[in-house]
C-alpha cells in the first residue's frame, strides 16, 4: 500500500470554478503535511502546510483529518495560472517526504 | 539568493553504466535529501544527508549512494544501470533535519538510460 494515496485526474475546469483534491496517507505516525504544487518539467515547490485547524492563503484552503488519515485542498476562483500537478505529501520521521502521485489540473479559459 | 542548484540538467548513459549526480543546497543549509521521480509519479525518497552522514533511506538497491561534503554539497551515484532507472532525480535543501524544516526542491537532473 502506498503512503500516500490521491486520484491521479485530470481535473479540467473553467476559468473562476472550484475545485478540490483529496488524499489519503496510511501512516498514522505521519507529523507533517504539505501540498506541492509541480508544472509541468520543473521541480515541486512547496504550496502551503496543512494543519489540524485548517489553514488558508488567498485562494487556497488546506484541512487536514487525522482520526479518517486524510488531507484536502480546496482552490477557489482557479485561473489559468493554477495549471498545473498538485502532490499531498506526508512527513513522516526526520524530515523523509513521502509524496502521492499528484493530481493533475487544467483550468480552461 | 541562490537557490537548490544541480548539476547536470540533463544526461544520456547507457545500460551497464555508472552516473554521479551533483547537488550544491541552498547557503546554510545544512540537510540535503534526494529523491527520484519517474514519470508520471511523485517523487520518491532515496536518502537523507546532515551533517555529512546518512540519515536516512528509502527503498532502493545498493546500486544507489551518495555522500555529503564538509561544504554541504552532494554527490548521487548510480552504478549498473538500468533502464528502468530513467527520472527526474531531485535534490532538496532544509536548513536542519526537524519536521518543521521546509524542503527546497533544486530544478533537478533528468537522466535518460538507453
Known amino acids: 500500500r502506498k503512503e500516500v494515496e490521491q486520484d491521479p485526474g485530470p481535473f479540467n475546469v473553467p476559468e473562476g470554478a472550484t475545485v478540490a483534491f483529496n488524499c489519503t496517507y496510511s501512516n498514522s505516525a505521519s507529523q507533517s503535511f504539505f501540498w506541492y504544487r509541480q508544472d509541468c518539467r520543473k521541480e515541486p515547490k512547496l504550496l502551503m502546510s496543512?494543519?489540524?485547524s485548517g489553514n488558508e492563503d488567498g485562494r487556497f484552503t488546506a484541512q487536514l483529518n487525522r482520526a479518517s488519515q486524510y488531507i484536502s485542498l480546496l482552490i477557489r476562483d482557479s485561473k489559468l495560472s493554477d495549471s498545473a500537478t498538485y502532490l499531498c505529501v506526508a512527513q513522516t520521521g526526520a524530515n523523509n517526504l513521502f509524496f502521492g502521485t499528484g493530481t493533475r489540473l487544467t483550468v480552461i479559459p | 539568493d541562490a537557490g537548490v542548484t544541480q548539476s547536470p540538467t540533463h544526461l544520456i548513459k547507457t545500460r551497464g553504466q555508472q552516473v554521479t549526480l551533483r547537488c550544491s543546497p541552498i547557503?546554510?543549509?545544512?540537510?540535503v535529501s534526494w529523491y527520484q521521480q519517474v514519470l508520471g509519479q511523485g517523487p520518491q525518497f532515496i536518502f537523507q544527508y546532515y551533517e555529512k552522514e546518512e540519515r536516512g533511506r528509502g527503498n532502493f538497491p545498493d546500486r544507489f549512494s551518495a555522500r555529503q561534503f564538509p561544504n554541504y554539497s552532494s554527490e548521487l551515484n548510480v552504478n549498473a544501470l538500468l533502464l528502468g532507472d530513467s527520472a527526474l532525480y531531485l535534490c532538496?535543501?532544509?536548513?536542519?533535519?526537524?519536521?518543521?524544516?521546509?524542503?527546497?526542491f533544486g530544478p533537478g537532473t533528468r537522466l535518460t538510460v538507453l
Open positions: 547557503s546554510g543549509h545544512k540537510s
Open positions: 532538496a535543501s532544509s536548513l536542519q533535519r526537524g519536521i518543521t524544516d521546509t524542503q527546497y
Open positions: 496543512v494543519y489540524s
